[in-house]
């Protein structure tokens, strides 16, 4: 069996589409060195997040959305659960979403985004890094385009406007004899078209391979893992897998502290259907596809599954 994939995207995307594209497939998943997020603002907001998180909980609570589903603002401890999970995951987090202007088409299915008083310079870092996730996002979906026989254009339309979420995303430490290997985040697959995850360096993220066996998915420093999500699993027939994966605590010192990630779900527009492209469906089993379905809705109905709407 091959490996994921470690590829540039600094390189000529020809050069890596088709072995970006046999990771997807095998995997659900691919490292992406090369991303052309500055360091320096990786740097920054990764210290405005744990300034954040340090706030005392009533100055964070002040931030929760009653009703809002955690789209925007912060989310405390035992919230969010895994589809079918049995108990809450052990993370608090912060919601950063698209930002349109008044009376734009799609600004029914956005609110506005809040932001905390208390870090100075939060907003000016987290929207220059929003664009920067973007920009990334969209060259991997050229190339996946290109691996799927498309014009590299393909997806630009699809995602413009998308109702994409960037999460600063906190772990406490765990205590006590069972610290290590603790289940932090239960296995669970991502909603979205595809996930670009910052912080993955340190170890713990784990997919499960179709032969039902834990696999732990290996970082260079300062790259990004790319996952695909439900929403492009369904357009593609299930060519590109939406993989289910995991966070576990590592072993060690490491068990013990706390753990910082950002990871960016990049959405189709709430407007586009999500009708399965020709080229992924069987000439043989023709009607062998999900039905068409906007990609707000399969939101929607994701979200209630995680107790989040």
């Avoid at 994921?4 to 390189?11: G, K, L, W």
């Avoid at 992406?32 to 998180?53: T, W, Y």
């Avoid at 990004?224 to 027939?237: Q, S």
Wanted: net charge negative; hydrophobic share 40%.
């Amino acid at each position: 069996m091959s490996d994921i994939a470690v590829v540039s995207i600094a390189r000529p995307l020809e050069d890596v589409a088709q072995e970006l594209g046999r990771s997807f497939e095998e995997y659900g998943f691919a490292v992406i060195r090369d991303h052309g997020i500055p360091q320096d603002l990786i740097d920054r907001a990764e210290a405005m997040s744990k300034e954040f998180f340090a706030l005392p909980d009533a100055v964070k609570k002040a931030y929760h959305i009653a009703g809002g589903g955690g789209a925007r603002g912060y989310t405390p401890f035992g919230t969010e659960k895994a589809k079918d999970a049995e108990v809450h995951d052990l993370k608090e987090f912060w919601h950063v979403g698209r930002e349109l202007a008044a009376g734009h088409p799609l600004s029914e299915y956005m609110a506005a985004n809040v932001w905390p008083d208390e870090v100075e310079g939060f907003r000016e870092t987290f929207t220059a890094l929003y664009s920067a996730f973007e920009e990334a996002g969209a060259r991997v979906l050229e190339a996946i385009a290109l691996h799927l026989g498309l014009d590299r254009d393909f997806f630009a339309a699809t995602v413009e406007d998308g109702n994409s979420v960037m999460r600063l995303l906190r772990y406490p430490p765990i205590e006590g004899a069972h610290a290590e290997g603790a289940i932090r985040a239960a296995a669970h697959g991502d909603i979205n078209t595809i996930t670009l995850l910052l912080g993955a360096e340190e170890a713990g993220l784990e997919l499960l391979t179709t032969e039902g066996e834990w696999k732990a998915v290996e970082v260079p420093d300062g790259a990004l893992v790319i996952n695909i999500g439900d929403m492009l699993d369904r357009l593609t027939n299930g060519k590109l897998r939406s993989t289910t994966h995991r966070v576990v605590n590592p072993r060690g010192a490491a068990a013990y502290r706390a753990r910082y990630s950002m990871p960016f779900f990049l959405h189709f527009r709430p407007d586009y259907v999500i009708e399965t492209l020709s080229g992924c469906i069987d000439p043989a089993r023709p009607d062998d596809h999900p039905a068409p379905l906007s990609s707000h809705e399969f939101l929607l109905q994701r979200l209630r599954e995680i107790n989040l709407a």
